[in-house]
């Protein structure tokens, strides 16, 4: 791909929490196009006339070719979607890491907004908003009816005014009102600390422009407290993915030069690549970041730790890793998005885009995670007694349209066996929540990177070659299946 192929934009993995790598394409016609289905044409032309006619009161036209045209784009699969007006803005702000508003990370479910992630450190954040609450109000205007986009401005608006969300958790079966004051959200992606003399962790939580230089400055930190640095854990846990050229930046500190670190293939001819550990494949001006990080790390042992909410550019670098057996992979299985969505621009509306999948994409060994995930090369739960929340996480393999595992294939089947440990693991927790009583908040996990942080004290005991507390109930799950923990 190289110069050949701009890496343009950022949004959320799909439906759920992952986040898409995306690619600048050049509007390709094919030498040999199909001719347009005409009576097809003819019905939708019908359908449209109709409706502008008959319905019971008078519909904006342009509504209802819009309408048309995101419902023809979001059939294809979770990850494709149109873009225009707000929604347009709010997908190329993602890419700065920089917005005004409350700091979530949203999906419509249902008619309302549900919460994707709280970005940490936001307003959101420390307001208490969790990964699956439902907002069913926004100041005083009913969530349910409003598209993304009008929910989106909403909640968005200028520096230190309030908003009055109120949240519907169904894990609590409770509702209440939660007052937030809106501030400029800089999504600060990188975060690293030295843990213990000789061990270092550092946190990505999402691929942003920033990211790679952000994560080069703190690898230099790093090795200014401990230059004799033994051993690092990269943490991607709940990384929904990004930007596919930072990926290949972040694997490139870690591999020696030109080393494969992902190839993807699609029926356009821009969409076959393979990128490699080179500046000409993640540098944005020409400058190489990572010329000034030092030369051992490429020898430090890593430990890369991963979940089921690792997604997409969170995916790559972990398989390119595990791949080139650079690194030990430990945590759960990832999210299994291995598709590459890429935004086109040519259309003739100003601030209009599709984001559509355009690819897959494989890890250096050839293999496609599609559906699947990246399997760990040691299984660890998120506590010493399992993985409470695992199966309350959505997965690729869970939402509706998502491809198939192999090329042509398309997967949109309910796993039964997935759904019922989903069931199994909801009860337990309103059970916990019911014996902690109702006023009591929902158990959460201990902070990444805390002395709490069950997975990261494994990942240390790894890199210092002790014992590790293997996962007694986790298995692989091929594509498709189900695991319950």
Avoid: C
Wanted: hydrophobic content about 40%.
């Amino acid at each position: 791909m190289g110069s050949k192929l701009k890496v343009a934009g950022w949004v959320l993995a799909g439906a759920v929490a992952g986040a898409l790598a995306t690619m600048q394409l050049q509007a390709t016609a094919r030498s040999a196009m199909s001719p347009l289905p005409i009576e097809d044409m003819q019905q939708l032309a019908a359908v449209f006339d109709l409706v502008k006619r008959s319905y019971v009161e008078p519909v904006d036209e342009k509504k209802l070719i819009r309408d048309a045209i995101g419902g023809m784009v979001a059939g294809l699969d979770p990850h494709s979607a149109y873009f225009e007006g707000q929604a347009f803005k709010e997908f190329h702000e993602g890419i700065s890491g920089k917005f005004t508003g409350v700091g979530i990370q949203i999906e419509m479910e249902d008619g309302l907004v549900k919460v994707v992630s709280p970005i940490e450190g936001s307003p959101a954040f420390r307001a208490g908003l969790q990964t699956g609450d439902l907002i069913t109000r926004i100041d005083d205007t009913a969530v349910k009816g409003l598209t993304m986009d009008q929910a989106i401005k909403r909640m968005r608006g200028p520096s230190n005014t309030k908003v009055m969300l109120t949240i519907l958790r169904k894990s609590e079966n409770r509702t209440f009102p939660v007052s937030i004051v809106r501030e400029e959200i800089k999504t600060k992606s990188v975060r690293s600390k030295v843990v213990e003399p000789g061990y270092a962790w550092i946190r990505i939580n999402q691929f942003q422009e920033p990211t790679l230089r952000d994560f080069a400055e703190q690898l230099k930190d790093i090795f200014k407290q401990e230059p004799g640095l033994k051993g690092l854990v990269l943490d991607l846990r709940n990384d929904p993915g990004g930007l596919l050229d930072v990926a290949v930046g972040v694997s490139a500190a870690f591999l020696p030069r030109d080393a494969i670190v992902v190839t993807t293939n699609g029926q356009i001819a821009e969409s076959r690549s393979t990128l490699r550990a080179a500046p000409a494949y993640y540098s944005r001006d020409g400058n190489d970041v990572l010329a000034s990080i030092p030369a051992l790390i490429k020898n430090v042992p890593v430990v890369v730790l991963v979940n089921e909410g690792s997604a997409s550019a969170s995916e790559i670098v972990a398989g390119a890793l595990k791949d080139h057996k650079r690194a030990v992979i430990m945590g759960s299985q990832t999210f299994g998005k291995g598709s590459v969505q890429s935004e086109l621009t040519r259309l003739p509306m100003p601030n209009t885009s599709l984001k559509i999948t355009t690819a897959r994409y494989y890890t250096p060994s050839g293999q496609s995670i599609q559906a699947k995930g990246i399997v760990p090369d040691v299984l660890v739960d998120e506590t010493a007694e399992g993985s409470p929340f695992a199966a309350l996480r959505m997965r690729e393999a869970d939402l509706d349209r998502h491809l198939g595992a192999s090329s042509g294939a398309s997967d949109a089947k309910k796993d039964a066996a997935r759904e019922k440990a989903r069931e199994e693991a909801l009860r337990k927790l309103e059970e916990a929540n019911n014996a902690a009583g109702k006023d009591k908040a929902q158990p959460r996990l201990p902070e990444f990177g805390s002395n709490e942080d069950f997975q990261l004290q494994q990942a240390l005991n790894r890199l210092k070659g002790k014992s590790v507390q293997v996962s007694k109930t986790q298995v692989e799950r091929k594509a498709g299946e189900a695991t319950n923990n």
